[in-house]
């Protein structure tokens, strides 16, 4: 996902800490959080496809807002590309 984060780095800086909010964080990208929080119940199946970006705080709200649609369209094209390939397994 690194790859799809370079858009948004293009607005605002990466967070290249290893623990980021108390999660251990690899290359800007955290993969676990508490149950519930900010994802679906455990419950829930098939699994969601589910993204959650954060911004820092401190930088100008329009600087966050175009740092997120960056990385939403470029999280897209490639998503759009893996169902594409997907399909030929």
């Given at each position: 996902?690194?790859?799809?984060?370079?858009?948004?780095?293009?607005?605002?800086?990466?967070?290249?800490?290893?623990?980021?909010?108390?999660?251990?964080?690899?290359?800007?990208?955290?993969?676990?959080?508490?149950?519930?929080?900010?994802?679906?119940?455990?419950?829930?199946?098939?699994?969601?496809?589910e993204?959650?970006?954060?911004?820092?705080?401190?930088?100008?709200?329009?600087?966050?807002?175009?740092?997120?649609?960056?990385?939403?369209?470029?999280?897209?094209?490639?998503?759009?590309?893996?169902?594409?390939?997907?399909?030929?397994?």
């Amino acid at each position: 996902m690194k790859f799809r984060l370079k858009a948004a780095e293009a607005f605002l800086p990466l967070d290249k800490r290893a623990l980021i909010d108390g999660f251990p964080a690899r290359n800007s990208v955290v993969r676990h959080s508490f149950p519930g929080v900010l994802r679906a119940p455990p419950i829930v199946r098939p699994r969601p496809f589910e993204i959650i970006l954060e911004a820092p705080k401190g930088h100008p709200a329009y600087l966050t807002e175009w740092a997120f649609v960056a990385a939403l369209q470029s999280v897209l094209a490639g998503y759009r590309k893996f169902i594409a390939y997907a399909q030929n397994l």
